[in-house]
């Protein structure tokens, strides 16, 4: 006879009764044959087509105990953030879904409702994937698909160019913190036990929920000169975007863009804002800008309601400096969230 740990796994459903069960619902359009053949087709469409992967990792990305809603949608929508960031419109996803051991299918029902629901949001079916076992941590690979008028590169800044990023920078830097906290209340740190409920609660959402700017993914085709997302922080991914154009670039720190429970932390703490321009998670689109083009862009911008804002300007030779409001350059070692 078995135990019941044996019983709990063979009441299971198989690969194809998962499949069916919870992720066929979500696969609607035409091309993707209700997720019955080995390959999809996507719709024809004008533009480039556009593609971007990326993975996470449970305990690398995300809490293992993260709600399984969110954790499907923060999948999803860090995919959006890299396809907004390129001016490309969402098409559609596939997905990879390593399950460990422990799975269950409460997490799978609560996860699929998380990624019906930014499908129905963003307007980007799924078309497709891969489900298998995996004796490690939960894994999640997404590939997603977009269309652009004119796909914007990181190398294409210009010296004069402005700098500008959507949203706010950081919180998704202290978000994380303060979502560690939530999981274990010992040792909480001066600034998080300043702040108060509403604010900690708008920075773990904003860890655990990302804002991808699909909406402003054409205005960025339409006048960016280069453009990406940042996701390994703002100080690490702008010296990427500066490197791949053979630039520098001068920020003024005070004119980056932050939340108020950001605002509130750092009165707290001053010394938090290497952490918020370093930290990563922000998945905001930085994008530089010829000075003609940024009163279009700033139009569309509003049109659109996404917030933005000119942080600096694009500069010859390769600096990238950032200046504090005293004027002095800030010194944030390699300034991003680097995984080796």
Not at 54 to 62: E, N
Request: charged share 20%; proline share 8%.
């Amino acid at each position: 006879m078995s135990d019941a740990g044996e019983d709990v796994v063979m009441s299971r459903p198989s690969e194809d009764a998962l499949i069916s069960r919870f992720f066929a619902p979500l696969a609607t359009e035409p091309g993707a044959a209700e997720l019955t053949d080995d390959a999809a087709v996507l719709p024809a469409g004008p533009g480039e087509l556009v593609v971007t992967k990326d993975m996470l990792v449970a305990g690398v990305h995300f809490f293992p105990d993260d709600p399984p809603d969110l954790v499907a949608r923060k999948a999803l929508r860090v995919n959006l953030s890299d396809l907004a960031a390129k001016g490309a419109v969402p098409v559609g996803f596939l997905i990879g879904l390593g399950l460990p051991p422990d799975w269950t299918e409460a997490f799978l029902e609560s996860f699929a409702a998380g990624l019906g629901a930014d499908i129905d949001q963003f307007g980007c079916p799924l078309f497709g994937g891969d489900t298998v076992k995996v004796p490690g941590p939960l894994t999640l690979s997404i590939t997603a698909f977009g269309r652009a008028k004119r796909t914007v590169r990181r190398d294409g800044a210009w010296p004069g160019d402005v700098v500008v990023v959507t949203g706010t920078i950081g919180d998704g830097a202290l978000g994380l913190v303060a979502r560690g906290a939530e999981r274990a209340p010992a040792g909480v740190p001066g600034w998080l036990a300043a702040l108060d409920e509403d604010q900690r609660a708008a920075l773990c959402l904003r860890y655990l929920r990302p804002e991808p700017r699909s909406a402003l993914a054409e205005a960025v085709s339409a006048h960016a000169s280069a453009a990406m997302d940042i996701s390994d922080g703002f100080a690490g991914d702008l010296a990427k975007l500066a490197a791949a154009s053979g630039a520098g670039a001068e920020i003024d720190v005070a004119a980056v863009p932050l939340s108020p429970a950001a605002r509130a932390a750092l009165a707290s703490e001053p010394d938090l804002i290497g952490r918020v321009l370093t930290g990563g998670d922000d998945y905001e689109i930085l994008a530089t800008i010829p000075s003609k083009a940024l009163p279009p862009f700033e139009a569309a911008a509003r049109a659109a309601g996404v917030p933005v804002t000119v942080v600096g300007r694009v500069t010859p030779g390769n600096a990238v400096v950032l200046r504090a409001a005293d004027g002095k350059a800030l010194d944030l070692g390699s300034g991003r969230f680097e995984h080796f």
